[in-house]
């Protein structure tokens, strides 16, 4: 360093504490204001709830960080979950025809969610279409799949084939549910990708400069393409949770699910403009938004005004985070 | 207060400000008289950018007082500098490309029209045809500026903060994207603005162009005043001496003796579009290679074009006598090339990520334990480099956006150099770059040579090519247009082959 340092005397800096935990406190600050609002909230029944319904967009978060960590976006996850679902949903309905399995249905999912999170892919980076416009196609696209493959209508009748199905989406082991052990699980997997293998280095490297990366000779397009298939997939697999919840698969599932996914991770940090953003923020994030959706529901704020809080609340996140930064 | 305050069209007094961690300025005291071109100079990270944002309102002092025109004053916002008569044209030009130069010179200000609300047209582009002819500036100003020469859109700054009744504008960089006859265009002008009493504080890393220009210089160092003196009393080395705060007897490195290593790399005939064009040369192990030529004649792309960035339409590349095929830069990488891009922040930084990783990035694949990075020998392998090419940074930790432009330099030579590559092309490795870090780039390319490396670099600065390469070649419109021994070549010869008089059968 050229100039000196003064650290000895620099007093306790709120600046670097809050970046660093301002988000944290965030939530805490939410679960207080709740629960002095509402005595229901601090409830191991509630609490469980709220990680349960936090679960399927925390899943499908984890996917939307890294899309956006390399400056893309994907907004047919929503779409995705709905068709892949009710593909693998209905070839198990007809196991007995079709062979199907519960473990099969979710390797169905996830191969459906996969591939529309490949062409996704290969729109991006070979056709060159940009990530908003590539995805919205995707997304009128699935749903409009969706919706003709099952006519509109809802896929049931899997009860006796699909008890693992329902174990994902319903079961609890030691009293913890299932979705949220997965959903732990997948955040687990995504933070030791994200921060310990030279592959998730590596979309951290091309959300900083894409141009550099190349020209280090990272395989950039395989990286995209890694992570569009992975946000896909795992849009699948949230669906197929969903379902084993809901113990039936919609067409009209996951509407909207892209917002609340963009809102998790963006309100945890992670910046549009790619290459930061960690996945400790992104769960905040996603909890943060969960308590939101739960202490409004608490309140018995009518339906309409919640959306209308929930728009408050992530746009003061987005300004608070901005003035600390 | 002295009696100069009359006189002193601004006058910095004890100006301090820390960031956390750094002490930035220290007490740092400068004035500037009506009407002189006034050169700050200082290496990168010296407190030059910090003071001058701390006069145009983006940073405020911790302590010390700015004196405008004899009264203290504060300036909270870059506007607020603007309004009291200061303004400044940034290195990255602020013009919008697309719009006219009137409609740039007068953004957020138009006069307003008859009916509220509306814009004057016609009383607009008047006013910026006045303040344009004033400064002998032949253009249209409705021409969008995009199509202006950068020399021409830095003057469209210039009549921008001309129409703000500017009395003292802050240049920083203003020359490093120019070419010579740009940069006398420039200069000329800014003359002629002296002479109208406007003042100028120009920042340049060119030390020829603050004696060609300045009046008065100040020097700092390590976010310290270091010297204020007329520039007639000062010679380059006492300059340089001020900057670096030692001696600095040489700035080239002693060339080794002749070049006999055999032929590392061998370019035939390789073309694409029309900036490369037959390129046909052979390097040779431990030589440095300098490639001379001015914007726009091909140089970058005939590297681009090697390194596999764009691919070749057609040609040969050699590596060690066997041909190689590259089209893309990972395969070039695998042949042992690496390529220290121009434009540093651009095409080679992963700014918001540390210093180790930049260093490290192409080397994690195998700096791993099973399946996850090893961290400890991922930075064992950075603070290797960062001893060996004294990067001045707090730690490996550190994030590379936050140190300075020799380091960073630095950081990305390392990268390529953890990679032993037998080949390692530099295009304007010390662009803007101050000269004592300048000086370690030019030890450290020699000292690869030394090591067998062929080296490659494209550089704008004849006295940097003719200083430091074994063997000069000459690009004009995307050809080889000469090829001199840089022992016996001058400035002219380079010159004159760059701008194609040799070929058109005339000299100059």
Not at chain 1, 220 to 245: C, D, H, N, P, T
Not at chain 2, 78 to 98: F, K, T
């Amino acid at each position: 360093m050229t100039a000196q340092a003064v650290e000895e005397k620099r007093p306790f800096d709120w600046r670097t504490f809050f970046q660093s935990y301002g988000l944290l406190l965030s939530l805490l600050l939410l679960c207080g204001i709740i629960s002095l609002a509402s005595d229901r909230f601090l409830t191991v029944d509630n609490l469980r709830n709220v990680l349960r319904q936090a679960s399927i967009n925390g899943i499908i978060s984890i996917g939307m960080m890294m899309v956006i960590l390399i400056r893309g976006l994907d907004l047919s996850v929503g779409s995705v979950l709905a068709f892949a679902t009710v593909v693998a949903a209905d070839l198990l309905s007809r196991g007995e025809v079709t062979g199907v399995t519960p473990l099969g249905a979710i390797g169905i999912a996830g191969l459906v969610g996969g591939t529309a999170g490949m062409i996704n892919g290969i729109l991006v980076t070979w056709i060159k279409i940009p990530p908003f416009i590539a995805t919205l196609g995707m997304m009128t696209f699935a749903r409009g799949a969706a919706l003709q493959y099952t006519n509109g209508q809802p896929i049931t009748g899997m009860a006796e084939l699909g008890e693992g199905i329902r174990f994902l989406g319903s079961a609890e082991l030691n009293g913890i549910p299932v979705p949220i052990l997965a959903a732990g699980i997948l955040y687990i997997l995504a933070y030791v990708l994200l921060n310990h293998v030279p592959f998730g280095r590596y979309i951290y490297a091309m959300g900083n400069n894409e141009e550099a990366a190349y020209l280090s000779g990272l395989p950039v397009k395989r990286i995209k393409m890694f992570v569009y298939i992975v946000s896909g997939a795992l849009a699948a697999f949230a669906g197929i949770i969903l379902m084993g919840r809901l113990n039936s698969a919609q067409p009209t599932a996951g509407a909207l699910s892209e917002f609340d996914a963009i809102a998790a991770v963006v309100v945890g940090g992670t910046s549009f403009s790619g290459g930061e953003g960690t996945v400790s923020g992104t769960l905040i994030g996603v909890l943060i938004i969960a308590v939101l959706n739960n202490g409004l529901n608490l309140l018995e704020i009518p339906s309409f005004y919640q959306d209308i809080a929930s728009g408050v609340v992530i746009a003061l996140a987005l300004l608070l985070y901005r003035a600390i930064r | 207060m002295n009696q100069d305050d009359k006189q002193t069209l601004l006058r910095l007094q004890n100006i301090h400000k820390s960031f956390p961690g750094v002490h930035a300025l220290n007490d740092v005291t400068m004035s500037v008289l009506p009407g002189e071109i006034h050169g700050l100079l200082g290496e990168n990270g010296a407190g030059k950018s910090t003071l001058m944002k701390i006069l145009n309102g983006v940073y405020r002092a911790d302590s010390g007082n700015i004196v405008w025109q004899g009264n203290a004053i504060e300036i909270h916002s870059p506007q607020d500098a603007q309004r009291n008569g200061i303004s400044m044209i940034h290195q990255e030009l602020a013009l919008v490309g697309y719009l006219d130069a009137g409609k740039n010179i007068f953004l957020g200000r138009e006069p307003g029209g008859i009916i509220p609300g509306t814009i004057n047209w016609g009383r607009m582009y008047a006013d910026a045809g006045r303040i344009v002819d004033e400064l002998g500036l032949a253009i249209d100003v409705r021409r969008p500026v995009r199509f202006f020469s950068l020399a021409q859109q830095q003057m469209i700054e210039v009549a921008k903060a001309l129409s703000l009744e500017a009395r003292l504008i802050i240049m920083d960089e203003p020359t490093s994207s120019l070419t010579d006859r740009e940069v006398e265009t420039l200069f000329s002008q800014m003359r002629a603005l002296r002479d109208r009493g406007v003042s100028i504080i120009f920042i340049s890393h060119r030390l020829e162009e603050i004696f060609a220009i300045c009046d008065r210089v100040t020097v700092l160092r390590d976010g310290a005043w270091v010297a204020t003196s007329p520039i007639a009393d000062l010679t380059t080395d006492t300059l340089i001496k001020y900057m670096v705060g030692r001696e600095v007897d040489q700035i080239f490195e002693p060339r080794t003796g002749s070049i006999s290593g055999q032929v590392i790399l061998e370019v035939k005939d390789l073309n694409r579009g029309d900036r490369v064009k037959n390129i046909t040369f052979q390097l040779r192990q431990g030589e440095i290679l300098g490639i001379a030529g001015l914007v726009g004649a091909g140089r970058t792309e005939t590297l681009e074009t090697i390194f596999g960035a764009h691919p070749a339409s057609s040609g040969i590349i050699r590596v060690n006598g066997e041909q190689v095929r590259i089209r893309r830069p990972d395969q070039a990488i695998k042949q042992g090339i690496g390529f220290v891009t121009e434009d540093r922040k651009g095409q080679g930084l992963f700014p918001a990520m540390t210093v180790a990783i930049n260093i490290a990035i192409t080397r994690l694949a195998e700096l791993v334990r099973a399946v996850l990075v090893n961290r400890g020998a991922v930075n064992t392998l950075a603070e290797d480099f960062i001893a060996r090419l004294d990067i001045r940074t707090p730690s490996a930790q550190q994030k590379v956006q936050n140190l300075s432009g020799g380091n960073q330099q630095k950081v990305i030579i390392s990268r390529w150099m953890t990679l032993n590559p037998r080949v390692l092309m530099l295009d304007e490795p010390t662009r803007g770059i101050d000269v004592g870090a300048k000086h370690e780039i030019y030890r450290l390319m020699r000292q690869l040579a030394s090591e067998g490396v062929g080296i490659i670099m494209v550089s704008s600065e004849l006295p940097e090519i003719l200083g430091v390469s074994d063997r000069v070649l000459v690009m004009h419109e995307g050809r080889i247009a000469g090829e001199f021994n840089p022992q016996h070549a001058t400035q002219d010869d380079l010159m004159t082959a760059a701008t194609g008089m040799v070929q058109e059968g005339f000299r100059l």
